[in-house]
Antibody, heavy 119, light 111 residues
């Protein structure tokens, strides 16, 4: 069965970076795009960008350009999302979400990774 | 770009039907058949319940249905059950640089 398993919770100081991983299993890794979506406490969902695990190509939301980098390691079927220059308003649960094409829908989601930014 | 507009909350009694709206523009909801709906329980990841405006993934109850008219998409849940109490989000592709928009979410309370 399809599984997306994310790395554990992180606590970071303002200005630091965080790298969240998402290990995929149960399907052909390179056949599906992977998107990242975040959710601040008590708030709605916010799209961050996608990576094509086949080519490594990426597309980031304008809001995060310059601060986010999405990469993949096909040998271990894992994608990564790194966010730099963290601020307190980056405190959120970060989800990876699988997508058959570049555009939604997101048919499977990781369990989420809580990133807390606090001094 | 602003999120798609959803009501903050809706409620209904068991057995009743409710509808959640999702309003966007011609650059997103109205312009593409790329509307999807997600159900999210507290502390859990969202779950896809509708894709491409009207389609249900395998395993999703047929009590969930959806439609679109102009720039507004709608999710209807019929025969409300206690287990339907959750947050619901719509999503759409958008032709502007934001690429993907979500609604602000609607909290469904089953009375």
């Amino acid at each position: 069965q399809v599984q997306l398993v994310q790395s554990g919770a992180e606590v970071k100081k303002p200005g630091a970076s965080v790298k969240v991983s998402c290990k995929a299993s149960g399907y052909t890794f390179t056949d599906y795009f992977m998107h990242w979506v975040r959710q601040a406490p008590g708030q709605g969902l916010e799209w961050m960008g996608w990576i094509n695990p086949n080519s490594g190509g990426t597309n980031y939301a304008q809001k995060f350009q310059g601060r986010v980098t999405m990469t993949r390691d096909t040998s271990i079927t894992t994608v990564y999302m790194e966010l730099t220059s963290l601020r307190s308003d980056d405190t959120a649960v970060y989800f990876c979400a699988r997508c058959r094409r570049v555009t939604p829908p997101f048919d499977y989601w990781g369990q989420g990774t809580l990133v807390t930014v606090s001094s | 770009q602003s999120a798609l507009t959803q009501p903050a909350s809706v409620s209904g009694s068991p057995g009743q039907s409710i509808t959640i709206s999702c309003t966007g523009t011609s650059s997103d909801v109205g312009g593409y058949n790329s509307v999807s709906w997600y159900q999210q329980y507290p502390g859990k990841a969202p779950k896809l319940i509708i894709y491409e405006v009207t389609n249900r993934p395998s395993g999703v109850s047929n009590r969930f249905s959806a439609s679109k008219s102009g720039n507004t998409a709608s999710l209807t849940i019929s025969g409300l059950q206690a287990e339907d109490e959750a947050d619901y989000y719509c999503s759409s592709y958008t032709s502007n640089s934001t690429y993907v928009l979500f609604g602000g979410g609607t909290k469904l309370t089953v009375l």
